[in-house]
């Protein structure tokens, strides 16, 4: 069960993140699986090693444990690509 404080700590987390970049100057906790609604298979061409945030080999800058490479959760940030 996810507490009402630790899901809008979370979001907050990802928001700030995902507006800017980069954390705020102090850490932020790490959001769970269940806040961002990870998967354990893609959502079509998104997937977790396509994303910004994955840190191999299983691992994520803003989502707590262990996740899957092939996974996708609605915060994905694709990667840019070299033009």
């Given at each position: 069960m ?5 899901l ?8 700030g993140f ?13 959001i769970?699986?269940?806040a961002?609604?990870?998967?354990d298979h ?13 840190q191999p ?6 989502v ?7 996974g ?12």
């Amino acid at each position: 069960m996810v507490s009402r404080r630790s899901l809008l700590q979370g979001s907050t987390a990802a928001v700030g993140f995902l507006a800017t970049g980069r954390y705020p100057a102090e850490a932020q906790p790490k959001i769970s699986k269940i806040a961002v609604n990870h998967q354990d298979h893609p959502d079509g061409d998104e997937r977790c090693d396509n994303c910004i945030q994955f840190q191999p080999p299983d691992a994520c800058k803003v989502v707590e444990g262990s996740i899957s490479p092939q996974g996708f959760c609605r915060i994905f940030v694709p990667k840019r690509t070299p033009t």
